[in-house]
């Protein structure tokens, strides 16, 4: 992974590649840029101050000048463009930017397929503009977990009901897609830890393992209303994952054609109960048809 600090174009310095190397694995199409900061550090852009520091109303990290030069380049360029987006100013300035390449100068979504990665905190309407537009909302189940503890106290009780909000974005997405990742280094990179919060909507407490979790809301989690179905969660960490990144056709599914990559597990995480989710262990890896852990 490269990273570059200036906000100068740089895409001229970067090539384009597709099923490269000897085993076919590294594809170079897409860029990630970062709009603002974190919920935890007061430094996600709100559009309104935050409900524990009405002073601050958080940074964007790249001027909004200087985003919408860089992504009309990007896209005018053939790169798919992700965009680090936590607070409700940086989405809705990010959507902004999608809008107009979408409707005044000819994006083709499906073509295109830009992602807001994090997709944090949204007003109602935008997240109604996500599904209208067709962008895709990259998540990772993880945060809300980790944050549960204080993102009600940073934004109040009318902008966290637009916040961590997956069922809703799943809802409005025209596709229903929405890729679940882990956001490894920051997160674990646990994938059954990720499908147990997407889920359950709660924190695993090593100190009681025979419990299911707990959250500000109680043992169902908190806003249950927006916890992912277990079969939503395993296709946003598979075929959404796969769709998100042009390769549906290639991995995300078991299915005649595609390349066989797939984990064997001890239990039957669709099944259990929730708590033992986190207990399940990997016993078979398989890449491109070939065991790479374990054995079959």
Same mark, same amino acid.
């Given at each position: 992974?490269?990273?570059?600090?200036?906000?100068?174009?740089?895409?001229?310095?970067?090539?384009?590649?597709?099923?490269?190397?000897?085993?076919?694995?590294? *594809?170079?199409?897409?860029?990630?840029?970062?709009?603002?900061?974190?919920?935890?550090?007061?430094? !996600?852009?709100?559009?309104?101050?935050?409900?524990?520091?009405?002073?601050?109303?958080?940074?964007?990290? *790249?001027?909004?000048?200087?985003?919408? *030069?860089?992504?009309?380049?990007?896209?005018?360029?053939?790169?798919?463009?992700?965009?680090?987006?936590?607070?409700? %100013? !940086?989405?809705?300035?990010?959507?902004?930017?999608?809008?107009?390449? &979408?409707?005044?100068?000819?994006?083709?979504?499906?073509?295109?397929?830009? %992602?807001?990665?994090?997709?944090?905190? &949204?007003?109602?309407?935008?997240?109604?503009?996500?599904? %209208?537009?067709?962008?895709?909302?990259?998540?990772?189940?993880?945060?809300?977990?980790?944050? &549960?503890?204080?993102?009600?106290?940073?934004?109040?009780?009318? %902008?966290?009901?637009?916040?961590?909000?997956?069922?809703?974005?799943?809802?409005?997405?025209?596709?229903?897609?929405?890729?679940?990742?882990?956001?490894?280094?920051?997160?674990?990179?646990?994938?059954?830890?990720?499908?147990?919060?997407?889920? !359950?909507?709660?924190?695993?407490?090593?100190?009681?393992?025979?419990?299911?979790?707990?959250?500000?809301?109680?043992?169902?989690g908190w806003y249950p209303e927006?916890?992912?179905?277990?079969?939503?969660?395993?296709?946003?960490?598979?075929?959404?994952?796969?769709?998100?990144?042009?390769?549906?056709?290639?991995?995300?599914?078991?299915?005649?054609?595609?390349?066989?990559d797939f984990v064997v597990l001890?239990?039957?995480?669709?099944?259990?109960?929730?708590?033992?989710?986190?207990?399940?262990?990997?016993?078979?890896?398989?890449?491109?048809?070939?065991?790479?852990?374990?054995?079959?």
């Amino acid at each position: 992974m490269g990273h570059v600090s200036s906000s100068e174009y740089w895409g001229s310095q970067i090539p384009q590649l597709i099923n490269y190397g000897k085993q076919q694995h590294l *594809t170079v199409k897409s860029v990630k840029l970062v709009a603002d900061g974190a919920l935890g550090s007061w430094g !996600a852009a709100l559009l309104e101050p935050y409900s524990d520091k009405p002073d601050n109303r958080g940074i964007l990290l *790249t001027p909004p000048e200087e985003l919408s *030069t860089l992504v009309h380049q990007f896209w005018k360029d053939g790169f798919q463009v992700n965009i680090h987006c936590i607070g409700d %100013r !940086a989405n809705h300035l990010i959507l902004d930017i999608f809008e107009d390449i &979408m409707t005044k100068q000819g994006g083709n979504i499906t073509e295109w397929r830009p %992602r807001i990665e994090h997709a944090q905190i &949204m007003t109602l309407n935008d997240i109604k503009r996500v599904g %209208r537009l067709g962008v895709i909302t990259s998540v990772q189940p993880t945060h809300a977990t980790s944050d &549960m503890s204080y993102a009600e106290t940073r934004l109040g009780p009318e %902008r966290i009901m637009g916040a961590y909000a997956y069922q809703s974005l799943l809802r409005v997405s025209p596709n229903h897609i929405l890729p679940l990742g882990s956001d490894f280094p920051v997160e674990s990179i646990n994938p059954l830890l990720g499908f147990y919060a997407a889920v !359950a909507r709660l924190r695993f407490d090593p100190e009681h393992p025979d419990s299911p979790g707990t959250s500000p809301h109680g043992s169902r989690g908190w806003y249950p209303e927006q916890k992912l179905t277990r079969a939503q969660a395993l296709k946003g960490m598979t075929l959404d994952a796969a769709y998100a990144s042009f390769v549906e056709n290639e991995i995300g599914s078991l299915t005649p054609g595609k390349k066989a990559d797939f984990v064997v597990l001890n239990k039957d995480i669709m099944t259990i109960p929730v708590a033992d989710i986190l207990r399940t262990r990997v016993t078979t890896t398989v890449v491109d048809g070939r065991v790479v852990y374990g054995d079959l």
